[in-house]
T-cell receptor, first 112, second 114 residues
Framework: GESVGLHLPTLSVQEGDNSIINCAYSNSASDYFIWYKQESGKGPQFIIDIRSNMDKRQGQRVTVLLNKTVKHLSLQIAATQPGDSAVYFCAEKNSNDYKLSFGAGTTVTVRA | EAQVTQNPRYLITVTGKKLTVTCSQNMNHEYMSWYRQDPGLGLRQIYYSMNVEVTDKGDVPEGYKVSRKEKRNFPLILESPSPNQTSLYFC?????????????FGPGTRLLVL
């Protein structure tokens, strides 16, 4: 795994290791959070989401953790593969609103 | 195939020459949105639309206009482009199902204003 609790703009991961990507969100009123993956030359693609009434949600090889107390969100990728190389964005919104706010993104590079 | 399409994909223009970037979705989504993406700033929302004839400003609406006359189309208009509008633009659409909202993004339009 990699550093936890600190947002890093870049992350280099050995193939097969687990990756942890962190995100701090700003709005206490946000109750819905989404992780997106953006590959080079493409638009962002939905990975996984989580509502504020949960603190953990799992997908295929990915897990999202939410800590509302410190307004922190993380994405864990198990057994990172070369195809996981991309920019990862967290996004937050309030269910009563239509605005979606994105974080600055973390560029993940997978080393063979 | 469910998708969001944008045209053109690449555009070079000069300051002050009006341009329109089209966006179309075939998923019957109510909600559509425009974002710009700049290095180190992530994606910032320009305008969004909750449904036909309903639009609202996002975080960076200055210098842009939109319209939503039909559900499937949401064009972005730059009446008088300036160099600071050089950016990568994404259109997105979504619908809400069971409290979840998945946005589908188009492939992007790279704009250079000289």
């Amino acid at each position: 795994g990699e550093s936890v609790g600190l947002h890093l703009p870049t992350l280099s991961v050995q193939e097969g290791d687990n990756s942890i990507i962190n995100c701090a969100y700003s709005n206490s009123a946000s109750d819905y959070f989404i992780w997106y993956k953006q590959e080079s030359g493409k638009g962002p693609q939905f990975i996984i989401d989580i509502r504020s009434n949960m603190d953990k949600r799992q997908g295929q090889r990915v897990t999202v953790l939410l800590n509302k107390t410190v307004k922190h969100l993380s994405l864990q990728i198990a057994a990172t593969q070369p195809g996981d190389s991309a920019v990862y964005f967290c996004a937050e919104k309030n269910s009563n609103d239509y605005k979606l706010s994105f974080g600055a993104g973390t560029t993940v590079t997978v080393r063979a | 195939e469910a998708q969001v399409t944008q045209n053109p994909r690449y555009l070079i223009t000069v300051t002050g020459k009006k341009l329109t970037v089209t966006c179309s979705q075939n998923m019957n989504h109510e909600y559509m949105s425009w974002y710009r993406q700049d290095p180190g700033l992530g994606l910032r929302q320009i305008y969004y639309s909750m449904n036909v004839e309903v639009t609202d400003k996002g975080d960076v609406p200055e210098g842009y206009k939109v319209s939503r006359k039909e559900k499937r189309n949401f064009p972005l208009i730059l009446e008088s482009p300036s160099p600071n509008q050089t950016s990568l633009y994404f259109c997105a659409s979504s619908t809400r199902t069971s409290g979840r909202e998945t946005q589908y993004f188009g492939p992007g339009t790279r704009l250079l204003v000289l």
